[in-house]
């Protein structure tokens, strides 16, 4: 027992800061969720026309939980509940992954292995750390729905729920750091579990069978293959349902155990999975720095690209069904009407959406300039610039390669548009205000990229911290400066902003020519600079 | 022969480090140069200003004639390198980072040599080139980015402590590719701390302290400059202590021990033969104690707060 006490507070001092924070965040969320759905569906026939809404296109239903009826809390579950898990599970995940596989990669279990603790005492250590986590997290996600002024039952239910749902991706994460060699592959397998689950539960949702009055859903088959599923199905302030969170439960400790007794049989270091090998030599392609940073950014990009294509979908096929719910309830229509300024709703639609595709093309944009110092600072950059290789081409080759990954990014959210515009009668319309509005942000994303060049140039330490700074203050200045009120001004200096738009059947120009005086001023600055520049490995 | 790198004066001050404080150090053509100091003595600050990875702040460097900051490009075309800390990228495969490595510096796919040397070097370093970069050892980091300099000829390499972390296997097999590009006529710069590897493989040696060359020769010229060590079996030291070339003698655990100038032991010789003095030995100053004759002073004061 004392071995077991003592790796738990090692544990717990070691994570304290970053599970206040997951917990924090997750029961902010829950309360957040409350006071806005409070105020955006204040009344019960705003909410039931929103479910019938939702109804009628259950692509939301992707992104959503399970419709269980127009009451205030229920209503919120419907709208958090897959976030909520989403929390818990991706802190359980992390959690379950960096004291097992990543201590084991990291050489830290051999020398705590090599003790008394042995070989199992670490591993049911991060079990009890994970389930102490998760009972706080459900203790806490509790009160924020009780503190709100909601039903007991319902609050710890849904606290309950939660709860589960970390558990058994904490269960998966486990046994994925038996299966994998890596605590990188143990992390990114246990992530495509949970992304895959929670996007299995959302089609099996929005398959499923609408009550009579489509306030309910009644989820398919599928869904109940998802952790997500059965944490949804709990039906928090509505029916109540307890079993549906006993299997995640279950599935917990099936995978926990089945953990365990791997652990037992293989050795120190070894994994389930062997390592997939790579190649003895590069491809013919792999002989220049362009190549390498191609090669480095090639998988993350392409996770943007996802994102933006299914933004862009969402983008023209959502504002279609907009426009039928006008049609088919008139209080509806008023109530769409007076949420947007904009007289045509589903431009309007599209202009929003494509506002979120910069964004992704952005972080795309950042990332990609971000390895930059990453490779400085990791070492490899080193070896590389002792080559002859300009300083100045090397940078170059990250700027380009970041621009390249902006364009594609808004190129498959285009792509995504096309697809949902397809078969609609305005169809053409949509997918043409879809290619000016990404064209749009593939400039103002421009804008964060040569940003993030400079500060590379100029304060190398603060690539990173400082480069994804911009983009989440640009965020909060564009897209929720009108909300907070800010003076246009402020709102102005989100490049998001002032990004060119589809205005009825015109181009609305806003800022581009400032855009596009800041990318060029930007890229000299960065480039002049790097001419200057010396190798800052350290930290 | 003709001078490869020539530093004077040279200064990089980090803030109010100074790194390096007018460091002046010369290599020939042709040279193995040993490069010798403890960590944080300033070797891998001058060898990054050699590269042009970092802009000295004041004196002279030049490297083939050219500035290295303004001119990197060029000298790169004829340097290979070892950085003191290697590190690869996690996700590219060990074969993959030797072929990026030795195409950057213009190799080709389709060059037969080049095909040969990398089998051979992989061969002789015993390392396999399919993990990836993640499931490498500090030693198997260093294998990657020693076959990638040794794999294409160059007419400098740098070396910067490049055996941290091999066995002593592979570092036969590293003296042995050392000799190889130096019979071919290549100039190396060898930083290390590691002496007896300078002591083999080199024929000029910097001794660097607090970002200067306190010592700069051939190993036999600064063994001139220091005494051999004779000791011999005996209680008494007596005889010893009356030679006039003799210095500190002493008798300790069984034998008689003193010092004499390098240049006066064929003189000693004849006076220990007539006193028949038997288990003589003489030991001429090893680099440890040139070494340590600069760093003593360090040395005394991490032993007395050692007590």
């Known amino acids: ?539 | 022969m003709s001078t490869v790198i020539v530093t004077s004066g040279l200064t990089k001050h980090y803030g109010r480090v100074h790194a390096l404080d007018g460091l002046d150090l010369t290599v020939e053509e042709g040279q193995v140069h040993g490069f010798l100091g403890p960590n944080g003595a300033g070797k891998s600050t001058t060898i990054r200003v050699l590269l042009g990875l970092a802009r000295k702040t004041g004196g002279e460097a030049s490297v083939f004639g050219l500035q290295p900051w303004r001119d990197a490009v060029k000298i790169h075309r004829r340097v290979a390198y070892i950085p003191g800390d290697v590190s690869v990228w996690p996700n590219l495969s060990g074969g993959e980072a030797i072929d990026l490595l030795t195409r950057l510096r213009g190799a080709s796919r389709h060059d037969k040599t080049y095909l040969d040397e990398k089998a051979r070097l992989l061969e002789a370093f015993q390392f396999d080139p399919r993990k990836k970069g993640r499931a490498y050892s500090k030693g198997n980091r260093q294998k990657v980015a020693l076959i990638a300099a040794f794999a294409v000829p160059a007419d400098l390499y740098i070396l910067d402590e490049p055996t941290s972390g091999l066995d002593p296997l592979m570092d036969v097999m590293f003296r042995r590719e050392v000799a190889r590009v130096h019979a071919a006529g290549a100039t190396v710069l060898l930083s290390s701390h590691i002496l007896s590897e300078v002591e083999q493989l080199c024929d000029r040696v910097s001794i660097i302290r607090a970002g200067r060359i306190v010592e700069s020769g051939t190993l036999a010229d600064m063994r001139h400059l220091t005494r051999t060590e004779v000791s011999f079996e005996g209680t008494d030291a007596a005889p010893v202590a009356a030679l006039a070339a003799a210095h500190d003698a002493l008798v300790e655990d069984g034998r008689v021990r003193f010092t004499v100038d390098s240049d006066q032991v064929t003189g000693v010789l004849p006076e220990l033969s007539r006193l028949g003095v038997e288990g003589l030995r003489v030991a001429p100053p090893s680099l440890e104690e040139l070494f340590l004759r600069h760093y003593g002073d360090d040395l005394a004061a991490l032993e007395g707060n050692g007590r």
């Not at chain 1, 090599?114 to 459900?138: D, S, W």
């Not at chain 1, 480095?296 to 426009?323: E, Q």
């Open chain 1, 1 to 539: 027992m004392n071995r077991l006490t003592t790796l738990l507070t090692q544990r717990l001092r070691r994570d304290w800061l970053q599970l206040t924070l997951w917990i924090g965040g997750t029961m902010a969320l829950a309360f957040a969720g409350l006071s806005g759905a409070a105020n955006t569906y204040g009344t019960e026939q705003e909410r039931t026309a929103l479910l019938a809404t939702v109804m009628a296109n259950p692509v939301i239903l992707l992104f959503r939980g399970l419709p269980s009826g127009p009451g205030e809390q229920a209503f919120i579950v419907f709208l958090l509940m897959p976030f909520l898990v989403m929390m818990a599970a991706f802190m359980s995940s992390f959690l379950a992954v960096r004291h097992t596989r990543g201590d084991e990669e990291a050489g830290r279990l051999e020398l705590v292995a090599a003790t008394r603790a042995g070989r199992a005492v670490p591993t049911v250590a991060t079990v009890v750390h994970g389930v102490l986590a998760n009972v706080l997290l459900g203790i806490l996600v509790a009160a924020a729905f009780l503190a709100g002024g909601s039903p007991a039952e319902g609050s710890w239910l849904a606290g309950f729920t939660a709860a589960c749902g970390g558990l058994t991706f904490l269960g998966v994460a486990l046994l994925a750091a038996q299966l994998m060699r890596t605590s990188r592959g143990a992390n990114s397998l246990a992530v495509w579990v949970l992304v895959v689950s929670f996007f299995v539960a959302g089609i099996g949702n929005a398959a499923g069978t609408p009550s009579d009055d489509l306030t309910h859903m009644e989820s398919s088959w599928l869904t109940w293959l998802s952790p997500f599923g059965w944490a949804e199905n709990t039906r928090a302030f509505d029916e109540n349902l307890w079993w549906p969170a006993l299997l995640c439960l279950a599935a917990f400790v099936v995978f926990a155990g089945a953990a365990l007794a791997l652990q037992t049989v293989r050795d120190l270091g070894a994994s389930i999975v062997p390592e997939r090998r790579g190649r003895a030599a590069a491809r013919p392609a792999l002989s220049s720095t362009t190549a390498l940073v191609t090669r480095l950014a090639s998988g993350s990009t392409i996770g943007w690209m996802a994102g933006a294509f299914f933004a862009g979908a969402l983008s023209t096929s959502l504002g279609s069904v907009v426009n039928e719910m006008g049609s088919d309830n008139p209080a509806v229509a008023d109530m769409l009407k007076a949420l947007s300024a904009e007289a045509d709703l589903e431009q309007a639609v599209v202009v929003v959406f494509f506002t979120m595709v910069g964004l992704l093309a952005a972080c795309a944009g950042v990332q990609t300039v971000a390895r930059a110092r990453q490779e400085e600072a990791h070492g490899t950059a080193e070896p590389v610039l002792a080559t002859p290789v300009e300083r100045v081409r090397w940078l170059a080759d990250f700027v380009v390669i970041g621009f390249i990954a902006i364009v594609l990014t808004c190129a498959a959210a285009f792509l995504g548009a096309w697809a949902g515009a397809a078969g609609l009668d305005n169809g053409a319309d949509l997918t043409s205000d879809a290619f000016v509005a990404a064209w749009g942000q593939v400039v103002a994303a421009s804008v964060f990229l040569v940003l993030t060049a400079v500060v590379f140039t100029i304060a190398p330490r603060w690539t990173i911290p400082l480069g994804w700074t911009l983009v989440t203050a640009a965020i909060v200045f564009g897209l929720f400066g009108p909300l907070l009120g800010l003076p246009e001004w402020v709102t102005n200096l989100s490049p998001f902003s002032v990004a060119p738009v589809p205005s009825g059947n015109e181009v609305d120009l806003r800022g581009l020519w400032w855009l596009l005086l800041a990318v060029a001023v930007g890229a000299a600055a960065s480039f002049t600079l790097m001419r200057r520049r010396e190798l800052a490995s350290a930290g």
